[in-house]
């Protein structure tokens, strides 16, 4: 344990003395991601920890608030996992916990108060959009940790067995230390950028509305607004959690549970949050937002969610990147919208040549493997899909037909004629692809205004419509 404290305090100390902020964020979101993560997940069979952590969190974290290429930030991964390889008992199933919380104890310790530093020169710079987006964070911070508390007493009520003092909500969660749970500090907070995104959105409404007379135009530099001049955007929940990185004060960090798919979950740090909320005085401000905050939440729980299609993955020019992972899950929930009855067999499954996206069968008990990409749909993914189902043809079909769905963003001219080539029958669905023609079109059911069928947010009311 001394040797490893030492090398780790080693690397720390040279990133902060080469002013190395870029890879002092990669330990950050590393050490996150294995406290959200058991220790049967990061050590799964497939690696899927190792292989995640720098194509998915460490990257949007990096681009997001440097700018940074992939060749940059490939260049600074191979740092990150080159140190790591000095150490390969580090994490290991006897010793998960006890090195978890060492890594944490030494970037507290001896970065914590640069980041925080960093964050403080940056505020008086943000734009007026970032601004709002942190006072908002602040103010509803203490206002959830408050519910949670509430929502606890009342659980404790009921069940005499529930011992937490804080409750966690689907939105909102408050993370303490593992080794120590019994104490009142706190470790970070996980939120939904996504529900808080609909409350930021109804609490700004007037504001945001106000920017549209004075004809606004997005810009790439700083936030995209919310409501814009003709033609209007939508901001949706990962711009939300974006902003939050470019900020400072959060991450996305990678959860990996022992079987299930992977997710991205959105954390802010405890200690970010104590210094920084004497600033919100000095941010804009929403007049009783805490009575406002309450009348929308109650609004939100009387509304009706409406299932996922797939113009709902659109890609829009202010809108966020959608990752393939959000698009699999939102499949998972709604097979409905590639066809009806489709039965799961298991998502990202395992075979001896890959891992498959999805896998279903139909109605016919016929299997589909279903393959998605998030951007253009090229000619290699036809060989990638084919491996998969000459893999189920060949284990588990038996007597039953095999054939494929790929889910793209576009389509080319080589992946159509690549797929006519396919021992295996395979089908195109593209998401986003329907222009708003009138069978495209959904109404607000407040104001009346039509919009995209695509659309989480009325352009004009801000009412939202599904999620």
């Known amino acids: 344990m001394n040797e490893t404290k030492e090398k780790i305090e080693n690397f720390v100390d040279e990133a ?10 990669i ?65 290991s199933g006897e010793t998960f916990n006890e090195d978890n919380k060492l890594l944490r104890e030494i970037l507290v310790n001896k970065s914590s108060k640069i980041l925080v530093q960093n964050i ?18 602040l103010n509803y ?27 966690s909500f689907p939105d909102f969660s408050i993370k303490r230390n593992p080794e120590n749970r019994e104490t009142d500090k706190i470790d970070y907070f996980k939120i939904n950028p996504e529900e808080w995104t609909y409350i930021f959105n109804s609490l700004f409404k007037e504001e945001l509305q106000e920017k549209e007379k004075v004809k606004l135009t997005p810009h790439r530099r700083g936030a995209a607004a919310i409501f814009f001049p003709e033609p209007q955007k939508e901001y949706s929940f990962s711009q939300f959690g974006d902003e939050l990185v470019k900020v400072g004060i959060g991450y996305w960090v990678l959860y ?18 104590e210094d920084i909320k004497t600033y919100k005085e000095h941010l804009p401000i929403v007049e009783n937002s805490i009575e406002k905050i309450n009348e929308i939440e109650k609004e939100r729980e009387t509304k009706k969610v409406e299932k996922w ?8 020019d202010a809108v966020r990147e959608v990752w393939e992972i959000e698009i699999e899950k939102g499949i998972i929930s709604n097979p409905e919208i590639l066809e009806e009855e489709l039965e799961l067999i298991g998502k990202q499954y395992p075979t001896s040549v890959g891992y498959i996206d999805i896998l279903y069968k139909d109605k016919n008990e016929n299997f589909v493997v279903i393959e998605v ?25 038996k007597d039953k037909q095999v054939r494929g769905i790929i889910v793209v963003k576009e389509c080319d001219k080589g992946l159509e004629y690549a797929i006519e080539g396919s021992k295996f029958p395979i089908e195109i669905k593209i998401f986003g692809k329907n222009p708003p023609t009138e069978e495209n079109i959904r109404y607000c059911d407040r104001c009346g205004k039509p919009n995209k069928k695509s659309a989480k947010y009325c352009i004009k009311c801000g009412q939202k419509f599904w999620m």
Do not use: H
């Not at 606890?152 to 529930?162: D, L």
């Not at 299609?309 to 829009?316: G, P, T």
């Not at 060989?383 to 189902?389: S, T």
């Open 16 to 25: 902060i003395k080469n002013n190395d902020y870029e890879l002092l964020d």
């Open 27 to 91: 330990l950050w979101t590393f050490s996150y991601s294995t406290q959200e993560t058991s220790k049967s997940g990061y050590w799964r069979d497939d690696n899927t920890f190792k292989k995640m952590l720098p194509t998915t969190v460490c990257k949007r974290n990096l681009t997001k608030k440097y700018g940074w290429g992939s060749s940059q930030i490939k260049e600074k991964m191979k740092v990150f996992v080159d140190f790591l390889n000095t150490m390969p008992d580090f994490l």
């Open 120 to 137: 403080e020169c940056k505020i008086q710079d943000l734009s007026d959009l970032d601004k709002k987006i942190l006072s908002f964070v």
């Open 141 to 167: 911070i203490p206002i959830r940790i408050q519910d949670s508390i509430k929502e606890a007493e009342e659980r404790k009520q009921q069940n005499p067995y529930f011992k937490d003092k804080y409750y």
């Open 256 to 273: 990996v549970p022992t079987n299930t798919t992977p997710e991205i979950c959105f954390i802010i740090p405890n200690f970010i949050y």
């Open 309 to 316: 299609s797939l113009e709902d993955f659109e890609e829009r």
């Open 373 to 397: 990409k998030r951007g253009t749909g090229s000619y290699n993914v036809v060989g990638q899909i084919q491996k998969y189902m000459a893999w189920v043809n060949e284990n588990l079909a």
